[in-house]
Nanobody, 115 residues
Framework: VQLVESGGGLVQPGGSLRLSCAAS????????MSWYRQAPGKERELVAH????????YYGDSMKGRFTISRDNAKKTVYLQISSLKPEDTAVYYC?????????WGQGTQVTVPS
């Protein structure tokens, strides 16, 4: 099982990023996919999740409006579009796959927005 995040980097305030998480080793379409983030010195928090069929999404309380989660089951990939980036978005962003059959995490991708 592998979840490989990509797309992070250094972005100026107000910029945008699209993170990707490529999955392998399990039946991607059976899993709810989520993005979490963890800022330095803080607990990991939910950014968003999307149901296995992509029909429903949920966003964390402070995440609505600038974050968009999507998935492509044919490509076994989940995406997170982030717009109007702020310094407080600086964190490691993690991909998670969860179902009755398993709970898997990626290694994370760093997003840095300088103040």
């Amino acid at each position: 099982v592998q979840l490989v995040e990509s797309g992070g980097g250094l972005v100026q305030p107000g910029g945008s990023l699209r993170l990707s998480c490529a999955a392998s080793g399990f039946t991607f379409s059976r899993y709810v996919m989520s993005w979490y983030r963890q800022a330095p010195g803080k607990e990991r928090e939910l950014v968003a999740h999307i149901t296995n069929d992509g029909d429903n999404t949920y966003y964390g309380d402070s995440m609505k409006g600038r974050f968009t989660i999507s998935r492509d089951n044919a490509k076994k990939t989940v995406y997170l579009q982030i717009s109007s980036l702020k310094p407080e978005d600086t964190a490691v962003y993690y991909c998670n796959a969860r179902s009755r059959w398993g709970d898997y995490w990626g290694q994370g991708t760093q997003v840095t927005v300088p103040s």
